[in-house]
């Protein structure tokens, strides 16, 4: 019988432990209280995540940052975070990633709080940075690094506890277009059509979209070459056979090659809206 009231006892606590431990919400509250910078996931091992903020080519725009609470669903107290841009973060991630970002200049953007608080009861705070997109250099890859510096408490993330904000000002081709793709090899030959496809900047004559072919993973990316022709990149060794573009309608086409001569395909792009 003692034996059987042990089990008992060993079972709760381990279930215990359990619930203590997960994210979950039920009976037991979560004792994990992590402080992070929300956007996109770390891509694999990269040493710190790359959020995109396109901002218009105006004088004055904004690049949004926000601050998480995870754990809890809402944090239990006011939580006061203090932040700090960190231009080493974005030297060391080039050293680390081959990568070329160049960290905007003070004069680039306006002042930064030094704290921001998560009010009790919330599970997260938003706070912007003027920038001055006017004033950029379109050749570089601008880029501001925040980095948590301290928390009142919880646990500052070693995943999120520093992010690059990457600032392309928005170039002539971002916007939102219909696809129409036509697969030649490498899967069945079949056309199809997809609606409110949005191009992203990446520069001032590049954009890329979600996607490969919008059937694969992964991205796609297109540099508007002076001469009006396209050049397609996907991280597959693409080959162009025919390109071109229409600089009043935005309309452009691409006929390509990638992994040598395995998957062939035609891309169509037809502006719809901004």
């Known amino acids: 019988m003692k034996k059987n009231i042990y089990k008992s006892l060993i079972a709760c606590v381990a279930l215990l432990g359990v619930y203590a431990?997960?994210?979950?919400?039920?009976?037991?509250?979560?004792?994990?209280?992590?402080?992070?910078?929300?956007?996109?996931?770390?891509?694999?091992?990269?040493?710190?995540?790359?959020?995109?903020?396109?901002?218009?080519?105006?004088?004055?725009?904004?690049?949004?940052?926000?601050?998480?609470?995870?754990?809890?669903?809402s944090a239990p107290e006011d939580i006061t975070v203090n932040i700090e841009i960190n231009d080493q973060a974005i030297a060391d991630y080039n050293a680390s990633e081959d990568a070329n970002y160049t960290a905007l200049d003070p004069s680039l953007y306006g002042a930064i709080p030094s704290t921001v608080t998560i009010k009790k009861g919330e599970s997260s705070a938003d706070f912007?940075?003027?920038?001055?997109?006017?004033?950029?250099?379109l050749n570089l890859s601008n880029?501001?690094?925040?980095?948590?510096?301290?928390?009142?408490?919880?646990?500052?993330?070693?995943n999120y506890g520093t992010r690059i904000y990457?600032?392309?000002?928005?170039?002539?081709?971002?916007?939102?277009?219909t696809q129409t793709?036509?697969?030649?090899?490498?899967?069945?030959?079949?056309?199809?059509?997809?609606?409110?496809?949005?191009?992203?900047?990446?520069?001032p004559t590049k954009n890329h979209v979600n996607y490969i072919g919008?059937?694969?993973?992964?991205?796609?990316?297109?540099?508007?070459?002076?001469?009006?022709?396209?050049?397609?990149?996907?991280?597959?060794g693409c080959?162009?056979?025919?390109?071109?573009?229409?600089?009043?309608?935005?309309?452009?086409?691409?006929?390509?090659?990638?992994?040598?001569?395995k998957y062939e395909l035609e891309e169509t792009y037809t502006r719809t809206g901004d």
């Not at 710190?48 to 998480?68: F, G, L, R």
């Not at 912007?128 to 250099?137: A, T």
Request: charged fraction near 15%; aromatic fraction near 16%.
């Open 21 to 73: 431990c997960s994210d979950e919400t039920g009976p037991y509250v979560s004792t994990y209280q992590v402080i992070e910078l929300d956007g996109v996931p770390r891509s694999g091992s990269e040493l710190y995540p790359i959020s995109t903020n396109t901002v218009e080519a105006v004088e004055t725009d904004s690049v949004k940052v926000t601050v998480n609470y995870a754990g809890e669903k």
């Open 128 to 137: 912007y940075i003027p920038v001055y997109p006017n004033s950029f250099d």
């Open 143 to 158: 880029a501001l690094a925040i980095t948590i510096s301290s928390a009142s408490s919880g646990t500052i993330s070693g």
């Open 166 to 177: 990457y600032i392309p000002v928005k170039n002539e081709w971002e916007g939102t277009y």
């Open 181 to 203: 793709v036509h697969w030649i090899a490498g899967v069945a030959e079949q056309t199809y059509s997809t609606k409110g496809v949005y191009l992203n900047t990446v520069g």
């Open 214 to 236: 919008y059937y694969f993973g992964g991205n796609t990316y297109y540099e508007f070459n002076a001469d009006g022709t396209v050049t397609a990149t996907n991280g597959y």
């Open 239 to 261: 080959t162009m056979i025919k390109s071109n573009y229409d600089k009043t309608t935005h309309n452009f086409y691409v006929h390509y090659t990638f992994i040598g001569t």
